[in-house]
């Protein structure tokens, strides 16, 4: 297959994160056989400062133009600090998500028996945790009308949206869950809200053309309580926009790294694919930052095309690292792996999946680890 592939790296970690998702896609185009191109673009705070523009306009015409979008991560101190900022590195993001028309977020949260000790959960609450997250991505109070009174002492957001929206993300959502354990719970909080209330007997009419799936309903607050009692309980979460980014990030602590989810934003023409976390600017060029999310995005990537075997390949290679000990500091705090090991091993093991032995010796003169 022949791929165009727009990388935007951002800010912060996003240009070594996502460095080495693009050399696992090489090794995957290697090992199968494929061809794929990959371009290079501006976006977020480093947009600003050499365009005054979080998202150029050759950025956007970038991705229009690609198959796909890999996305690293935007945000900046200096803006993220300035609450007077009028134009801030999200806003481009925001922007690309409405011009792409991704509509449907989605965030896979899942466990490794390995790393069942590095969260912050008792191990037996959260083994076999298996979640996927359906967040709709552009509706909802983020990109609802805004305005600040004159005097500066009230502010509103308003928050919108109409049956086709829900209709379009929870299609996906169901199908989804078909495919795995048949079960489909939405998060809301319709005791309260007339959207939510939409929502609801959207989903509700919705589900009888899904009658396979078990449809079941969660107040957020009580979803958010839960996520941490009982994750296991979850299958395929559709929620709206605020809502779904809340709890998606409160689900990233339960496979011990926030440095691990991996996510997919679909429309019905484009897609992008990207780690949940931010740009992280403390670790920026400590080359301590995970690359595995933004690898595991990788692997989305080659889902979204029916590349079925090669995103296997990916997770696999993923696993065995994980498996291996190889991984960076927020998982292993004694570890001697930089960013850029973590993703050289990940890569080796998929070009040669048979020869994956750790040489420790190796690995502490700065050699590689594979023999």
Known sequence: MKMKIAVLP???????????????????????????????????????????????????????????????????????????????PEQGLLRLRKELGLFANIRPVKTYQKLLDQSPLRPERIAGADIEIFRELTGGIYFGEKSTAEDGKSATDVCTYSVEEIERIAHLAFKAAQKRRKKLTLVDKANVLETSRLWRKTVTNLSKEYKDVELDFLFIDNAAMQMILNPTQFDVILTENMFGDILSDEASVIGGSIGLLASASV?????????IHGSYPQATGKGIANPIASILSAAMLLDHFNMTEEAEAVRKAVEISINSNVCTPDINKNSEYSTKKVGEFIELNITDPDNHIVNNENVSLGQMTII
């Open 10 to 88: 951002g800010d912060g970690i996003g240009p070594e994160i996502t460095q080495q998702s693009v050399k696992v896609l090489q090794a995957i185009a290697e090992r199968f056989d494929h061809e794929f191109s990959f371009e290079e673009a501006i976006v977020g705070a480093a947009a600003i400062d050499l365009m005054g523009n979080p998202l150029p306009e050759a950025t956007l015409d970038l991705c229009k133009k690609s198959d796909a979008v890999l996305f690293g991560a935007i945000g900046d101190p200096k803006y993220d600090n300035d609450p007077e900022a009028k134009i801030r």
């Open 267 to 275: 429309g019905n023409e484009n897609a992008m694919f990207e780690p």
